[in-house]
């Protein structure tokens, strides 16, 4: 299996820059099975179910979250099963809460995120519930053009390689 890769391009000098700055991070952890990466066969998104995977957000981890978001800094989930975990364990209000247990969310186009404000991602392959979550996050026109660039300049797709830093789409 070639997951997770999006952390991957977090080298420890990156990691060491990235906290000189001030960036704070923080883990979280999903197992991902074999469903997240089969492709989507049925013509109505509606009719493609998830495999549940087993996640956990700690309490710490949790808190942290919440607090960054309080005092105006942004959350960027780095990796789509990051994102997944993260919305899987939101509240109404945009809130963070520690999570330990099975979620299957399927996000496609039309998802109201609520805790992440960018996305750190590779390019995942065309008809995967991992596009569709990308095109949810910052919509399939946004998607389409980066996609077009990436494939005209020869950038890898579905696991370590190239990545792109996603903004959400406006909402």
Known sequence: MAAPTAGLHFSEALVAKLKDRGVALHKVTLHVGAGTFLPVKADDTAGHRMHAEFGSISPETADALNAARASGGPIVAVGSTALRLLESAASEDGRVRAFSGETAIFI????????????LTNFHLPRS??????????????MKRAYAHAINAGY???????????????R
């Open 129 to 142: 519930t991992l596009f569709m979550l990308v095109a949810a996050f910052s919509g399939l026109d946004t």
């Open 108 to 119: 496609t186009p039309g998802y109201k995120f609520r805790i992440a404000d960018l996305m």
């Open 156 to 170: 890898r797709f579905y696991s370590y390689g190239d990545a792109c830093l996603l903004y959400p789409s406006k």
